[in-house]
């Protein structure tokens, strides 16, 4: 089993829909967790982290944490074609150092 | 500095030479992580340190990949007798501690013909 796994997509929304990520990861010990956006030729870039269970809003962007389940997703919002691009999870497992999924790939459509 | 700086952001070496990358991290940041990125891939892992230590070498590929980390700060990042399969995207993040809100450098793109 992946450390970190997430649905590599491609995932294809209409322009001002919902788009919802998934991940999931295996260390139970895992304390913090994030999303990097990541352009084509571009490194990746952080967009939200989330240490608590529940819900954290910013802007057209939630993440939400599942302990318990091991289970992190962003949703983003009134999706833009400029969203369009390589969604990264990554978490802290228990060593502290920092594994990422293979990414969701995401296109906006206008 | 301002951001986390990598060189060269662009290396050509032939098959069997040894190269060296470079990441100068964010100033304060004592957490340091090399990853690599093949063409459409994920980040492979390869090492983190803490300060100038390597807690987990485990994500190294192979003996001819080596790195270190001086003075807290400056990490290089060598490979040995260099293999086309090395060919990818070296990336280098730096953060504060352990709070893992990480930052990434442009990356060195080798490429080994």
């Known amino acids: 089993q992946k450390e970190v796994e997430q649905n590599s997509g491609p995932l294809s929304v209409p322009e001002g829909a919902i788009a919802s990520l998934n991940c999931t990861y295996s260390?139970?010990?895992?304390?913090?967790f994030f999303w990097y956006r990541q352009y084509s030729g571009k490194s990746p870039e952080l967009i939200m982290f989330?240490?608590?269970?529940g819900d954290k809003e910013d802007g057209r962007f939630t993440a939400q944490l599942n302990k318990a389940s091991q289970y992190v997703s962003l949703l983003i919002r009134d999706s833009q074609p400029s969203d369009s691009a390589t969604y990264l999870c990554?978490?802290?497992?228990?060593?502290?150092?920092?594994?990422f999924g293979a990414g969701t790939r995401l296109t906006v459509k206008p | 500095g301002a951001g986390v700086s990598q060189s060269p952001s662009n290396k050509v070496t032939e098959k069997g030479k040894d190269v060296e990358l470079r990441c100068d991290p964010i100033?304060?940041?004592?957490?340091l992580y090399w990853y690599r990125q093949s063409l459409g891939q994920g980040l492979e892992f390869l090492i983190y340190?803490?300060?100038?230590?390597?807690?987990?070498k485990s994500g190294l590929p192979s003996d001819r990949f080596s790195a270190e980390r001086t003075g807290g700060s400056v990490s290089t990042l060598t490979i040995q007798r260099t293999q086309q399969e090395d060919s990818a995207v070296y990336l280098c993040?730096?953060?504060?501690?352990?709070?893992?809100?990480?930052?990434f450098g442009q990356g060195t793109r080798l490429t080994v013909v």
């Open positions: 993040a730096s953060s504060l501690a352990r709070t893992g809100l990480a930052f």
């Open positions: 260390d139970r010990g895992s304390q913090s």
């Open positions: 989330i240490y608590s269970n």
């Open positions: 990554a978490v802290n497992p228990s060593n502290n150092d920092m594994r």
């Open positions: 100033s304060g940041h004592t957490a």
């Open positions: 340190f803490q300060g100038n230590s390597a807690p987990d």
